[in-house]
């Protein structure tokens, strides 16, 4: 889109030199030198009117604008909710899925939740029971490591969630 004075100067100053070079042989009124004038005039008049308006466009910056994308549909992904759950309910969610995968009453189920002996793994027992907490040394080591201690124990819970259920590691 043209606007501004200075792009319409250099869109005249185009316009002017396809004239001039267009009606330069019928215009012979001093020979052939004079030929030569006006065609050179000509040609500067495009150059100069172009690259005045390819300079103001790239000043502008509409030259350098990527073209408009369309989004599309977003397909959920499966999982996103729980990266920013919170802990508890992710705790809650796995505390489920252990009740339905061990092979007894619900009742006892969470009396072996909460007791830790639902599973081998200390670390697994201790995030999903409401009654134990992690040792200061287990703390101590994450800490060392670089590692939540939540985060950990959350791993180790669905690793062993998965043993229960007979998954293999993937």
Not at 2 to 17: F, H, P, Y
Not at 96 to 121: F, H, K, N, S, Y
């Amino acid at each position: 889109m043209i606007g501004g004075r200075t792009q319409w100067a250099a869109l005249a100053a185009v316009a002017a030199g396809l004239a001039l070079a267009a009606l330069g042989p019928r215009v012979s009124l001093g020979g052939e030198y004079l030929y030569v004038g006006v065609v050179l005039t000509a040609l500067a008049a495009m150059v100069v009117g172009g690259a005045s308006a390819i300079h103001r466009r790239s000043e502008d910056g509409s030259i350098w604008l990527p073209a408009e994308r369309e989004t599309g549909i977003q397909v959920p992904t499966p999982g996103a909710d729980l990266a920013t759950a919170p802990d508890h309910r992710i705790k809650r969610r796995i505390r489920r899925q252990v009740v339905a995968a061990l092979d007894c009453a619900p009742e006892e189920a969470e009396a072996r939740i909460d007791a830790g002996a639902w599973t081998d793994d200390p670390l697994a027992a201790t995030y999903l029971s409401s009654d134990r907490t992690v040792s200061r040394a287990r703390r101590l080591v994450a800490f060392l490591r670089g590692d939540r201690i939540e985060d950990r124990a959350r791993r180790r819970a669905v690793a062993a969630l998965r043993a229960l259920r007979g998954e293999g590691d993937a």
